[in-house]
């Protein structure tokens, strides 16, 4: 969070239209990223796909780096406010379980392509960008944290026994999926993220407190 307060603090600031170019030209980055991968986009590709001179790009990014940090941060947020309606309310089997069922559904409206958007960008970038590095781990921490606030209200509403530990459950179930999608990336099938996700899901209901 620090280095993303400290790219917030350099930014120049921005009029309504300037906000909007700006906008514009993370949005097609970041298309272009996840399609094509950040060492397979150039700074051209973003200008022409933004319909940008360089001047103008130029103007928000000073350099490429500072161009794939804003990707970062927002393909962080379009995947979390995708899934808000489903991961504000994770505080059920069943809702836990149709978070599930909507992760596969989507990749498989993607015929499993592209895995992760965050993932695809912390595989890439994790050894070769401290700072992106930092940003995709503060990105993961969001999303498990909100996980882990689905369980942990479980837990306290009796739904989930005692011994059950919120935060390695929640750990536990974001690797499970991960993992799941990087294999069906690969495989260009689903049953890989499907078998993750199912034995990541019986593992929390080992913890159910009715049936137990």
Not at 75 to 98: H, K, W, Y
Request: contains cysteine; proline residues 4%.
């Amino acid at each position: 969070m620090e280095t993303t307060n400290r790219n917030a603090k350099m930014r120049p600031r921005l009029t309504a239209k300037g906000k909007q170019t700006r906008t514009r030209i993370v949005a097609e980055a970041a298309a272009l990223m996840f399609e094509h991968g950040v060492a397979g986009t150039t700074v051209e590709d973003v200008q022409r796909a933004a319909r940008v001179s360089a001047s103008q790009l130029y103007h928000y990014f000073k350099e490429k780096k500072e161009l794939v940090l804003a990707v970062v941060e927002h393909q962080i947020d379009e995947v979390l406010e995708a899934q808000q309606p489903l991961l504000s309310r994770l505080d059920s089997f069943e809702a836990l379980q149709t978070w599930c069922d909507a992760i596969v559904a989507l990749q498989e409206q993607r015929h499993c392509r592209g895995g992760c958007p965050i993932g695809s960008l912390a595989s890439e970038l994790s050894e070769l960008e401290p700072e992106a590095r930092d940003g995709l781990a503060a990105g993961f921490a969001r999303w498990e944290a909100r996980i882990r606030a689905g369980l942990q209200t479980m837990r306290e509403r009796g739904k989930l026994a005692p011994e059950a530990d919120p935060a390695r459950l929640a750990l536990g179930l974001l690797a499970a999926l991960q993992g799941g999608l990087l294999l069906t990336q690969v495989r260009r099938e689903t049953p890989p993220l499907r078998a993750a996700l199912d034995m990541a899901m019986g593992h929390i209901r080992s913890f159910d407190a009715i049936r137990n």
